[in-house]
């Protein structure tokens, strides 16, 4: 059902991407890229700690005018997300370290208001689909014999563990530049909660830096 809705809301976007191409109003369409900074938040599990995990993002836009000074802008692109977790075990004897790694198609839907001619804010929901989900790293066990450190590397599929649909609010801002370049920067607020069927209330946090062509 979720994924109905999804795809349902994206024949939306570009829908009105068609409408736009044969009305009179002046739309733009571009690419866009560039770095991710996420973290999950964990507000249940103090043997958790999450840090801040490097990915990226690239995909395409349509700005459509509403007004004056005012446009929406929908998005899809291709997010890679997640979190550095450290998971100590009840006794203390082992600590697994590994990097939770989720990825999303994700379409932003922003209403955009222009502060000047090359200065615009921006505000609007956040839609996504998960693609994938896999825990990559190590686990550090103390032997109790010898007391040596033992390390064992694991790669799981953990996309039974996370939620198919994520809805967030983002907002942000952006700066046209010269040769229709423009740079932008933009913080994503997880609203619901990710994990399946675990008492762990996770949720995304993502800061973006994006750079793009308008055509």
């Given at each position: 059902?979720?994924?109905?809705i999804?795809?349902?809301?994206?024949?939306?976007?570009?829908?009105?991407?068609?409408?736009?191409?044969?009305?009179?109003?002046e739309?733009?369409?571009g690419?866009?890229?560039?770095?991710?900074?996420?973290?999950?938040s964990?507000?249940?599990?103090?043997s958790l700690k999450?840090?801040?995990?490097s990915g990226f993002?690239?995909?395409?836009?349509?700005?459509?005018p509403?007004?004056?000074?005012?446009?929406?802008?929908?998005?899809?692109?291709y997010?890679?997300?997640?979190?550095r977790?450290?998971?100590?075990?009840?006794?203390?004897?082992?600590v697994?370290?590994?990097d939770s790694r989720?990825?999303y198609?994700t379409l932003?839907?922003?209403v955009k208001?222009?502060?000047?001619?090359?200065?615009?804010?921006?505000?609007?929901?956040q839609?996504a689909?998960?693609?994938?989900?896999?825990?990559?790293g190590?686990?550090y066990k103390?032997?109790?014999?010898s007391?040596?450190?033992?390390i064992?590397k694991?790669?799981?599929?953990?996309?039974?563990?996370?939620?198919?649909f994520?809805f967030d609010?983002?907002v942000?801002?952006?700066?046209?530049?010269p040769?229709n370049l423009f740079?932008?920067a933009?913080?994503v607020w997880?609203?619901?909660?990710?994990?399946?069927?675990?008492?762990?209330?996770?949720?995304?946090?993502?800061f973006?830096l994006s750079?793009?062509?308008r055509f």
């Open positions: 059902m979720k994924k109905r999804f795809v349902a809301a994206t024949c939306l976007i570009f829908s009105v991407s068609a409408w736009a191409q044969t009305s009179k109003s739309f733009t369409i690419l866009k890229g560039g770095y991710n900074l996420s973290k999950l964990d507000v249940s599990h103090l999450n840090k801040s995990l993002h690239a995909g395409a836009f349509v700005e459509l509403i007004t004056k000074g005012i446009s929406l802008q929908p998005e899809l692109l997010s890679t997300q997640g979190s977790v450290e998971a100590t075990n009840a006794d203390g004897s082992s697994d370290k590994y989720i990825n198609i932003p839907v922003l208001v222009y502060l000047t001619q090359r200065l615009s804010v921006e505000a609007g929901p839609f689909l998960l693609t994938q989900a896999h825990a990559d190590n686990t103390i032997d109790d014999v007391e040596n450190v033992n064992n694991f790669k799981h599929n953990i996309k039974d563990q996370v939620e198919n994520d609010l983002a942000g801002a952006s700066y046209k530049l040769l740079v932008s933009r913080y997880g609203v619901k909660d990710i994990a399946k069927n675990s008492d762990s209330k996770s949720k995304n946090q993502l973006q750079a793009g062509l």
